[in-house]
């Protein structure tokens, strides 16, 4: 993130209002990351597939709906039975027996996306105190510290000795998901707002299969294509705008 705020010009600098943003912006992200990692130990990784992709915009939209008194129309609801039918028939739900669904592992993927949806109000009202850059960076930094807090018994050291293929995953994961993907996630929150652009989760049952299939050379298959049609179709109900000029009450 260093290079990315000294190319674009932004201040590391912030006051007290932007302090407070990213002191709860980094407690949220690094329980998200906890919370999902924990699921996919204690829990079952393809129940996590479907609960934290369908569950991340809806739970946004909801807070901002309560919170922030958003308006809601008939498009957005229907766009959200979109995405979450198109989750659950890309990754196949109902071969899910009710045993994997509860769980307790899989608990931690609920709390996931409850702290996500929180995640994405608060970067979206943050921009009026702190510039998006600076607050991705400061939450990282911040975040990280946490991560350290919880290792300090651990011999954190240990990956010096991991091959190659560890440390090439470790960076395509930080410059790519955590530099690039979430600081433009964050931005995207600022333009749009937190209800429309966690919508665009909605894409990640698709996208990951399309990238499979190139990288690992796995099969895109009928559920997934059908159920990728249905997710698009969400993130374009959502965000396309005078469908409906009359919110509801």
């Known amino acids: 993130m260093i290079p990315v705020l000294l190319i674009t010009k932004n201040n590391f600098k912030v006051n007290f209002e932007g302090v407070k943003y990213i002191f709860v912006g980094s407690i949220l992200i690094f329980s998200y990351n906890i919370f999902f990692f924990m699921g996919t130990n204690l829990g079952f990784a393809n129940v996590g597939g479907v609960i934290v992709p369908t569950l991340n915009p809806i739970i946004t939209f909801i807070l901002s709906v309560i919170i922030f008194r958003e308006k809601i129309y008939n498009k957005d609801f229907i766009g959200l039975a979109f995405g979450i039918c198109g989750g659950i028939i890309v990754l196949e739900a109902w071969n899910l027996s009710a045993g994997h669904m509860i769980t307790n592992g899989n608990l931690f993927f ?70 690039f993907g979430t600081t433009v996630y964050f931005i995207a929150t600022t333009k749009l707002g937190p209800p429309k652009a966690s919508s665009f989760i909605f894409l990640v049952p698709i996208t990951a299969p399309i990238f499979s299939m190139f990288l690992i050379g796995e099969k895109l298959g009928i559920y997934t294509i059908i159920g990728g049609i249905m997710t698009m179709t969400a993130v374009y109900l959502i965000n396309k705008e005078k469908i409906q000029t009359e919110p509801i009450d």
């Open 110 to 179: 609920l709390f996931a996306s409850i702290s996500w949806g929180i995640m994405s109000i608060i970067s979206g009202k943050s921009h009026n105190a702190v510039a998006t850059l600076t607050f991705s960076f400061w939450v990282y930094f911040i975040s990280s510290l946490f991560c350290l807090l919880m290792n300090v018994n651990n011999d954190i050291l240990v990956v010096i000795n991991f091959d190659f293929v560890f440390w090439f995953n470790l960076i395509i994961l930080s410059i790519g998901a955590q530099v």
